[in-house]
């Protein structure tokens, strides 16, 4: 028995739990609150995708078998039933020698999404056998989920459910209509994992956390079913689609689901709550929340929805909310997927991430497409280096991954670099990778240390891909410097993914054209793995959305008394931005394959373009440019190497012999020698054990002169000589 039950619906991801009931439940802790959480979604998937989720589904005489594809499913059926389970249990890592007969031809039943492998091939010759498996075995599930879309649910989706329902629902009519319907396929076995958690759990308050429009259905489902069978339970919403959406909701019905939603931050909000329905006797008079404090809460009072903020409780700190726990979570049960053969791209589907946060909010928050008016941007605080890397050492303890995904909107520069410095000094075996700005502070040195500390992968927006542009969009970058960065942090061996967009407001034809040649070269060159075109959505708190005019874009806006994010909108150009889609994406696909660099852009397009503007060799004559070599003095010199080997030696010259060492450094790749005069070779020995990575010393560029100018002469020279450069590139670090 616990007092809160956390639920996420489904449907989010596959191969990892989404942390924000983690989040939550790490928080309850710090306040000896009991929780049990819950990912209804990976339970409903893990029972559907099974024999006997199988057997129910081909044994039911509900449905209809329209296309050639389905009929094909359907009469291959005992060969579904004889390999889902042993498919499922080498997706969840459990049965890995499955991958040599996955990849031969005469062991999963192969439909429609196995078509694209005839011309697909060539794309598995960097793929290790486990990966090709798993792609194999995705396409299986995908034949099976568009079966299962066609004859038995048509919401169905791996990670959305009833997405149609959530996106843009300014009024609350149609999710209402179909919530008054009989329960779909899915919803029957989700509210029956349901009801059997609630009876064993007993809790008093149920939080259910709605983090896009494809969780949506699925929340309210639950909540109904709770409020019928269960009506003395309080039910709450929080998450990042009310946070976004529902902030002018209006509509009452609303309420004969939920009893509260929250806004924004949920740690307080939810504390309240506890407060208000397990230690308040009145929780279960319709008048209780009468002098009671809440913290950005919706809730329903004389029949009226109503927006409480009356407490004078400050929101934690992010150094107060306690380390995510992932108890009660099944695990084991997450199936990593590989859509596209792709090892950047399969970072969001492949693998089990444990989910931090480096920062709350942007410490940019300037982008004109961005929600930088809500408090999940504007709040910037970043969390401390040392406490998360303690947060990273807990979860390693408590659920034996590694691996983690810090989930910042731009996680920054500096404090990635702190993390990265303290991960090597307690001499930590993780792998990690976040979103950033592509902002020059990512020197190639920074780029290696956080190479050196686990750091596999980074995304970040590229966005159109045009100065213009991005300038109008405040990105403050330009493609130039994406460029360099993207070089940095390839040279590095970390993979990069852009996140593109096209249809910006003013965004000319001429424009997007050259943006796709941009891409086309930045992959080309090798400096760009992965990529994802968005058309772009004018949100209701971003700066185009609450200044429509001066972007130049007319809103469609209709009533809003439920959900208000996208808003539909006319571009003063004219354009229609929409028929660019096909095209971008499927020279991305083929890019992100490493071919079709050769075609012409309009080959890519079923109409006629303009010709790219942009020279053919734009970005790789930008990467030839001299880069400033001068060093601030306050820049902060670290060695992540090893102590180096030496033996002196005699070296004479027209009757003068002097004393001479050769170092050697030995790391993880290759051995390299230096010559130094002996009395230089045991100053250098002596400041690269100071300035270790291990070592708490911290030496500024400026230290390290005068250290050095302490002894000798001509810093500069000796600074930029040969045998320093060459130990640059295995360690010595300018920061």
Not at 140 to 158: P, R, T
Not at 384 to 403: F, P, S
Not at 597 to 610: A, G, N, R
Request: aromatic letters at 12%.
């Amino acid at each position: 028995m616990k007092d809160i039950l956390l639920i996420t619906p489904p449907f989010t991801q596959l191969n990892t739990p989404y942390p924000a009931t983690a989040y939550i439940k790490g928080f309850l802790n710090t306040k000896n609150i009991s929780a049990f959480q819950m990912d209804l979604g990976i339970e409903v998937i893990v029972e559907l995708f099974s024999k006997k989720g199988l057997i129910e589904i081909f044994n039911s005489s509900n449905f209809k078998l329209p296309s050639s594809n389905s009929q094909r499913i359907f009469a291959l059926k005992n060969e579904y039933l004889k390999t889902i389970d042993p498919v499922i249990a080498f997706l969840q890592g459990k049965n890995p020698t499955l991958a040599r007969q996955i990849c031969q031809d005469n062991f999963l039943p192969e439909a429609s999404r196995f078509d694209q492998l005839d011309d697909m091939e060539w794309a598995f010759g960097s793929m290790g056998i486990q990966d090709k498996a798993k792609h194999f075995a995705t396409l299986y599930l995908e034949d099976l989920s568009d079966f299962i879309k066609e004859c038995v649910d048509e919401n169905f989706g791996f990670s959305r459910y009833a997405e149609r329902l959530g996106r843009s629902a300014n009024s609350f009519d149609e999710m209402y209509n179909e919530l008054q319907k009989n329960l779909t396929y899915i919803d029957k076995i989700a509210i029956k994992i349901l009801e059997e958690k609630v009876n064993n759990i007993q809790p008093k308050l149920v939080l259910i956390s709605v983090p896009f429009p494809g969780n949506l259905y699925s929340a309210f489902r639950c909540s109904q079913f709770i409020k019928q069978h269960f009506p003395e339970i309080k039910i709450s919403m929080g998450g990042g689609f009310p946070n976004t959406e529902l902030r002018d909701l209006k509509d009452e019905r609303v309420f004969e689901f939920f009893d509260f939603i929250t806004l924004d931050d949920g740690e307080l909000p939810v504390e309240l709550l506890y407060k208000a329905v397990c230690h308040t006797e009145r929780s279960r008079s319709a008048t209780f929340t009468d002098n009671l404090e809440f913290k950005r809460t919706f809730l329903l009072e004389n029949n009226k929805v109503v927006y409480k903020n009356n407490t004078t409780k400050l929101d934690y700190k992010q150094a107060q909310v306690g380390t995510p726990d992932y108890s009660d979570l099944y695990l084991d049960n997450y199936i990593s997927v590989i859509e596209i053969a792709n090892p950047m791209h399969s970072l969001w589907s492949d693998g089990r991430w444990n989910k931090l946060t480096m920062a709350h909010g942007c410490y940019w928050g300037k982008c004109t497409f961005c929600d930088i008016s809500l408090d999940y941007i504007k709040l910037y605080e970043p969390v401390a280096a040392k406490l998360l890397v303690d947060r990273m050492e807990e979860l390693i303890a408590q659920t034996g991954e590694n691996g983690f995904h810090f989930v910042d909107e731009a996680a920054p520069p500096a404090l990635m670099k702190e993390v990265a410095l303290e991960i090597l000094k307690r001499n930590l075996a993780v792998t990690w990778w976040t979103n950033i700005r592509f902002e020059k502070s990512f020197t190639k040195d920074l780029c290696i240390l956080l190479s050196a500390s686990g750091c596999i992968a980074v995304s970040g927006g590229l966005e159109v891909a045009s100065d213009r542009l991005l300038e109008l969009i405040k990105k403050g970058v330009t493609v130039e410097q994406v460029a360099q960065v993207t070089s940095n942090f390839t040279e590095a061996g970390v993979m990069v993914h852009a996140y593109l967009m096209y249809g910006y407001p003013t965004q000319t034809v001429q424009e997007t054209i050259d943006s796709l040649e941009m891409v086309r070269q930045l992959f080309e060159i090798g400096i760009l793995q992965s990529g994802f075109w968005h058309q772009f959505a004018m949100t209701a708190h971003s700066p185009v959305g609450m200044f429509p005019e001066e972007f130049g874009v007319i809103p469609q806006q209709n009533e809003i008394t439920f959900a208000n994010n996208d808003i539909v909108f006319k571009d003063k150009t004219g354009i229609n931005h929409d028929k660019f889609s096909f095209g971008l994406k499927k020279s991305l696909f083929n890019f992100m394959h490493s071919i079709g660099f050769e075609f012409p852009l309009q080959d890519w397009f079923d109409f006629k373009i303009p010709r790219t503007t942009i020279n053919s060799e734009y970005i790789y004559n930008s990467l030839q440019k001299e880069i400033e070599f001068s060093i601030k003095p306050s820049a902060r010199i670290v060695w992540i190497g090893g102590k180096p080997i030496s033996e002196t030696f005699s070296k004479s010259k027209k009757g003068t012999s002097w004393q001479m060492q050769k170092l050697t450094f030995h790391d993880k790749k290759q051995s390299v020698e230096i010559i130094l005069e002996d009395e230089k070779a045991i100053w250098l020995t002596l400041i690269l054990e100071q300035i270790a990575v291990a070592n708490d010393k911290k030496m500024t560029f400026s230290d390290l002169k005068i250290n050095y100018e302490n002894q000798f002469q001509d810093f500069e020279l000796f600074w930029y000589s040969k045998p320093i450069n060459t130990i640059r590139d295995i360690g010595l670090l300018v920061l």
